[in-house]
């Protein structure tokens, strides 16, 4: 059985995702975000500790601790809801058929590009790396991830070369 963090009214809720959207191609964005994404962030034990309190909650009403509603409510949720919109958006947009790779639109809908698909993605990418870098700090701070091998790796700086009349020049910029 698949425990989610965040369901999908939750996401349709807190997001720009349409009530109509399929709830099974969504329940599996939140689910490959869960596992893929958050599960290294976590580390597998406090992972499975976030997923054995959800399901103890929701089968028999024990209630979770302050410290992992706190995580959940102001950590876990809003990184699983904007990575989801992230995802969200090529699986929305793409298809696999027997006919190929489609891109779906419906009857009153404007095809757009890849790079207009990219630039979205980017978008929500974006407050994907801002929710994630909360919640590896917040982990950190309250040594929920001391000693364990998890996903810290936060991408917020670019690092570029600018080149000028042959001399090179190593600039980085906070983005």
């Keep these: 059985m698949k425990i989610l963090l965040v369901s999908e009214a939750e996401i349709k809720n807190e997001s720009i995702i349409e009530q109509n959207v399929d709830s099974k191609v969504l329940s599996k964005s939140i689910n490959n975000v869960q596992e893929t994404q958050l599960q290294p962030i976590l580390g597998t034990v406090l992972y499975q500790s976030v997923l054995q309190g959800v399901y103890d909650l929701a089968t028999n009403a024990t209630p979770l601790s302050t410290q992992m509603l706190d995580m959940l409510e102001n950590y876990i949720v809003p990184y699983i809801t904007f990575s989801t919109m992230s995802n969200f958006i090529v699986l929305n947009n793409y298809k696999l058929s027997d006919k190929g790779t489609i891109k779906m639109t419906d009857a009153q809908g404007t095809a757009i590009t890849s790079a207009e698909i990219e630039y979205a ?5 974006n407050f994907t790396t801002t929710y994630k870098k909360n919640l590896v700090k917040y982990l950190v701070e309250n040594q929920l991830i001391v000693n364990v091998r998890t996903d810290k790796n ?8 600018h080149l000028e009349r042959n001399r090179i020049f190593m600039s980085r910029r906070s983005e």
């Design 121 to 125: 993605k980017n978008y929500y990418d």
């Design 154 to 161: 936060i991408t917020d700086e670019s690092i570029g070369w």
